[in-house]
């Protein structure tokens, strides 16, 4: 990528420049992690419907994902530094949207709007480190931005836990939207300070009517999904999931007429290789596991079970642990058996939502809190075999040229995968409790049980689909998996 920009900052500039997006990178993955602990208290609080809870996570998901790709555009032409500065604005201004929200409504407007200055921000964070950071540095500023987001898959729903037991505001669940302010704040100021501009030399528009097509498509396809339940599936929801269809159609001709002009949001020739189409299959159906799968175990423990978002967060907390702890093994080997890597993965992970289903029958009897985290810390052990290097082997068959869209692309699934996995999922977690909050336990974990049944179901079909991804996250043909730059994984974690 060829880059106009300012003279290079000193060494002590650029750090303290890198040190201010890792700032907001971590205020954004921590703020996604910590809400789905609080969703309980959420609900029971504003008298939001089902729906809207599923809206609060599916919504910051869905406007991140189709937000992106267009906000890394927008750096480009119009500066990275200022559209970083307008994204941290943004979702400074939402958070303070979400924490005074008197509904429901409000709070799913806020969030969307938080995703959209994420998106704005978020892919801002690769583009310095390229553009600021020699080969030899590089190196080092990508561990430490992994390390930061390791750190907040970690910690954010432990600061959630914590944040709602001490209540240092007094504000319950608000606070947690509130202790954005005083850190975008820093962020903004540091980036003020220290970030330079920079701006790509090969300006290229954003694809309004691309973009357009592909969110009214995604509309099509989840309104029906959160809302129809709750509607009673009247006709419009039919409706709509067919609309979906020539939307989508409309949407994949429009690239292709785009792509002549290396302008498309999903460049035709990305999906022309079996690799990566297959990997974005198996990225999507992984992705819409780990959104779903904590909003519905926060329920089940919190209301099921009666337990405080403490306890739960801690059961919950050998997630993030097991990722960290495969996640090094992964990335060592998966250049000579990525493919087995993520095989073995899905494996555990198959075997351990078998047993967290079953283990979800026998804490109601029991009450021993261990059968349930054992299995959800292997479950972790599993996904740091995969999540982690999934993205690199869907992108080692991709041109070198095609190698930014292609991660974008990638980045977009992983998101739209978490919020159609909560879309579903909480149709059907919801859908079975015909008492709503006040349901026995035993309905809550049934509930939440049927949710693993279906979390089972799409982890056998991954597995089923992963002989067709590449042997390893090296292209012999030199390809995107040597050139392009490393792509952050965004875990949806607890």
């Given amino acids: 990528m060829s880059d106009t920009a300012i003279p290079s ?11 201010v997006v890792l700032v907001a990178v971590f205020m954004d993955l921590v703020d996604g ?22 809206w609060i996570v599916a919504a910051y998901l869905l406007a991140f994902a189709l937000g992106m790709i267009p906000g890394g555009r927008l750096g480009d032409v119009h500066g990275r530094r200022r559209v970083f500065l307008v994204g941290t604005a943004l979702f400074v201004l939402s958070s303070v949207v979400c924490g005074a929200a008197a509904s429901g409504g409000v709070l799913v407007a806020g969030r969307v709007a938080q995703g959209l200055g994420a998106a704005l921000m978020v892919p801002q964070a690769m583009a310095l480190i390229v553009q600021v950071f020699g080969p030899q540095e590089r190196p080092r500023a990508f561990v430490l931005y992994g390390a930061v987001l390791s750190l907040a898959n970690v ?5 959630g836990a914590l944040f709602l037991h001490v209540d240092p505001l007094g504000l319950g669940w608000r606070g947690l939207f509130y202790v954005n302010v005083p850190i975008g704040l820093l962020a903004l100021l540091g980036a003020l300070r220290w970030m330079p501009e920079s701006r790509s030399s090969e300006v290229r528009r954003v694809d309004l009517l691309g973009l357009a097509l592909l969110v009214a498509a995604t509309s099509a396809v989840m309104v029906p999904l959160v809302q129809g339940r709750e509607a009673g599936w009247p006709w419009w929801t039919v409706a709509l999931a067919v609309v979906a269809v020539p939307l989508f159609a409309a949407f994949h001709r429009s690239q292709r007429r785009r792509g002549l002009g290396e302008d498309a949001l999903v460049p035709p020739a990305l999906l022309r290789r079996r690799s990566f189409t297959v990997g974005l299959v198996v990225m999507f159906a992984v992705y819409s596991v780990l959104s779903s799968l904590f909003v519905v175990l926060h329920y089940a423990l919190q209301l099921g079970l009666g337990w405080t978002p403490m306890g739960a967060a801690l059961v919950v907390v050998g997630f993030p642990l097991g990722v960290l702890a495969t996640t090094s093994i992964a990335q060592r080997f998966a250049q000579v058996a990525g493919r087995r890597l993520v095989q073995v993965g899905l494996s555990v992970i198959c075997l351990a939502t078998a047993g967290l289903a079953l283990a ?3 804490v109601a009897r029991s009450g021993a809190a261990w059968t349930i985290a054992l299995p959800i810390a292997v479950m972790g052990l599993g996904m740091g075999l995969c999540v982690s290097i999934l993205t690199s082997i869907a992108l080692v068959e ?3 040229r095609h190698a930014g869209a292609g991660s974008g692309v990638a980045n977009a699934v992983l998101q739209c995968g978490g919020a159609f996995g909560v879309a579903v999922v909480g149709t059907l977690y919801f859908g079975l409790l015909t008492a709503g909050g006040s349901a026995p336990a035993s309905d809550h974990l049934g509930a939440a049980a049927a949710a693993l049944g279906y979390h089972l179901v799409v982890l056998v079909v991954s597995l089923a689909l992963t002989p067709f991804l590449p042997r390893s996250a090296v292209s012999s043909a030199g390809g995107a998996g ?4 490393p792509v952050g994984e965004r875990a949806v974690t607890p």
């Fill in 9 to 19: 900052s000193p060494p002590r500039g650029r750090w303290a420049a890198f040190a």
């Fill in 33 to 54: 992690t910590m809400v789905s602990v609080a969703l309980p208290r959420v609900q029971a609080d504003l008298q939001a419907t089902d729906a809207e809870v599923q």
């Fill in 155 to 159: 910690g954010g729903p432990l600061l």
């Fill in 360 to 362: 979800l029958g026998d």
């Fill in 398 to 400: 991709v041109p070198a």
């Fill in 482 to 485: 040597e050139e392009a730059v």
